[in-house]
């Protein structure tokens, strides 16, 4: 299993980003797909969730701002980051999850940075 996540970088306060996290191994239309990130000294949180027919649920720190979706032909889960601010700094990891009673299945993609700054 694989999760790329792509697009990662340097943004300037009130700018946009975009990151796409292309998947391979797995069934993905079955899966819940999500960003989370991790800011330096924190813990990994939650961002923004899609499921495979398109409900969302996002942080409250990121709601209006960010966007996800996905493309179950292409495998892909992106997510657009708009207003950006310096707190949004983190290191974005792309996560894959499944639930299929007896057990879970979670799969992290290698995570790509974020810098806000000016």
């Known amino acids: 299993v694989q999760l790329q996540a792509f697009g990662g970088g340097l943004v300037q306060p009130g700018g946009s980003l975009s990151l796409s996290c292309a998947a391979s191994?797995?069934?993905?239309?079955?899966?819940?797909m999500g960003w989370y990130r991790q800011a330096p000294g924190k813990q990994r949180a939650l961002v923004a969730t899609?499921?495979?027919?398109?409900?969302?649920n996002y942080a409250d720190s990121v709601k209006g701002r960010f966007t996800i979706s996905r493309d179950n032909a292409k495998n892909t889960v992106y997510l657009q980051m708009n207003s950006l601010k310096p707190e949004d700094t983190a290191v974005y990891f792309c996560?894959?999850?499944?639930?299929?009673?007896?057990?879970?299945?979670?799969?992290w993609g290698q995570g790509t940075l974020v810098t806000v700054s000016s």
């Open positions: 191994g797995i069934r993905f239309s079955a899966y819940v």
């Open positions: 899609i499921t495979s027919i398109g409900s969302t």
């Open positions: 996560n894959a999850y499944k639930s299929d009673w007896p057990r879970d299945y979670n799969y």
